[in-house]
Nanobody, 125 residues
Framework: QVQLVESGGGLVQAGGSLRLSCAASGRTFTYYAMGWFRQAPGKQREFVAAAWSGSITSYADSVKDRFTISIDNAKTTVYLQMNSLKPQDTAVYYC???????????????????WGQGTQVTVSS
């Protein structure tokens, strides 16, 4: 089993920044992508950002130019740097890893195999 543990969430004022981390541990697992999703109350879980094939990244339009996803050299931790935060960014943020190879995108929740427990991000106006 693969465990993913997120950290770094909290309360921040609009315009502020947070950096989320997600550490992977457990059995040896070959993964092809790591991603971040978020879920606000009463809404479906939505894609935020993903990284795969060493250098490819993608972002939801709503976070483009404000958020940055990165993976450490050991490829065991994924980060999400969030700048210029807005109240509409308030949600529980989840990291995920995919053990399946796709060539087009990783923005669909169904393409991921393991999920973290989530970390709350609250942005006040």
């Amino acid at each position: 089993q693969v465990q993913l543990v997120e950290s770094g969430g909290g309360l921040v004022q609009a315009g502020g920044s947070l950096r989320l981390s997600c550490a992977a541990s457990g059995r040896t697992f070959t993964y092809y992508a790591m991603g971040w999703f978020r879920q606000a109350p009463g809404k479906q879980r939505e894609f935020v950002a993903a990284a795969w094939s060493g250098s490819i990244t993608s972002y939801a339009d709503s976070v483009k130019d404000r958020f940055t996803i990165s993976i450490d050299n050991a490829k065991t931790t994924v980060y999400l740097q969030m700048n210029s935060l807005k109240p509409q960014d308030t949600a529980v943020y989840y990291c995920a890893v995919s053990g399946r190879l796709y060539y087009d995108h990783y923005s669909d929740v169904r393409r991921y195999d393991y999920w973290g427990q989530g970390t709350q991000v609250t942005v006040s106006s």
